[in-house]
T-cell receptor, first 111, second 114 residues
Framework: NAGVTQTPKFRILKIGQSMTLQCTQDMNHNYMYWYRQDPGMGLKLIYYSVGAGITDKGEVPNGYNVSRSTTEDFPLRLELAAPSQTSVYFC??????????FGPGTRLTVT | KQEVTQIPAALSVPEGENLVLNCSFTDSAIYNLQWFRQDPGKGLTSLLLIQSSQREQTSGRLNASLDKSSGRSTLYIAASQPGDSATYLCAVRVAGGGADGLTFGKGTHLIIQP
């Protein structure tokens, strides 16, 4: 099993551009999550999904959108990128309510 | 709103020492608590998961305890090694309503001196 995979690993965006961060898991987990981690801070939940077709907001959803059309994939969309979205983004999955497994992260810089 | 605090923020000890990392949370209504390890520039590796009905979990040289009523957890590392150097994150999964994700502390940055 590959676990949770994320692409790309790194990306630089200009202010106002858009992009999609990809996340795929091969563990047949029902729950998937997106977190962001700013330097020296803990992770904060952006969006989560309890199954295909069902998504909900987390603590910091503004400026992001998600969709969950399959069990395996949970892409995160950034519209009109802003410098405040410079961060490391982690995708995770779990078979509720058990432990969460994290991907390697996407390091995003908006300039 | 659930808040998670980790003490100390940083710790540097000689190799071979036993050490304790502390985690406290403000709302005792949790499903579980998870300890992670994060190496610089890397993702999170799950170390231990304690369900709300459990008191402790052990894996090798690691032992995590949970006192839900007082809102505290400790991660005990026995016979520390330089390879244990990393940031250790504590996270709780809330029970009941609200966003269903983990609430994280800011971490303890651990350095084990050879």
């Amino acid at each position: 099993n590959a676990g949770v995979t994320q692409t790309p690993k790194f990306r630089i965006l200009k202010i106002g551009q858009s992009m999609t961060l990809q996340c795929t898991q091969d563990m047949n987990h029902n729950y998937m999550y997106w977190y962001r981690q700013d330097p020296g801070m803990g992770l904060k939940l952006i969006y989560y999904s309890v199954g295909a077709g069902i998504t909900d907001k987390g603590e910091v959803p503004n400026g992001y959108n998600v969709s969950r059309s399959t069990t395996e994939d949970f892409p995160l969309r950034l519209e009109l990128a802003a410098p405040s979205q410079t961060s490391v983004y982690f995708c995770a999955s779990s078979y509720h309510p058990y432990e969460q497994y994290f991907g390697p992260g996407t390091r995003l810089t908006v300039t | 709103k659930q808040e998670v605090t980790q003490i100390p923020a940083a710790l540097s000890v000689p190799e071979g020492e036993n050490l304790v990392l502390n985690c406290s949370f403000t709302d005792s209504a949790i499903y579980n608590l998870q300890w992670f390890r994060q190496d610089p520039g890397k993702g999170l590796t799950s170390l231990l998961l304690i369900q709300s009905s459990q008191r402790e979990q052990t894996s090798g040289r690691l032992n995590a305890s949970l006192d839900k009523s007082s809102g505290r957890s400790t991660l005990y590392i026995a016979a520390s090694q330089p390879g244990d150097s990393a940031t250790y994150l504590c996270a709780v999964r809330v029970a009941g309503g609200g966003a269903d994700g983990l609430t994280f502390g800011k971490g303890t940055h651990l350095i084990i001196q050879p």
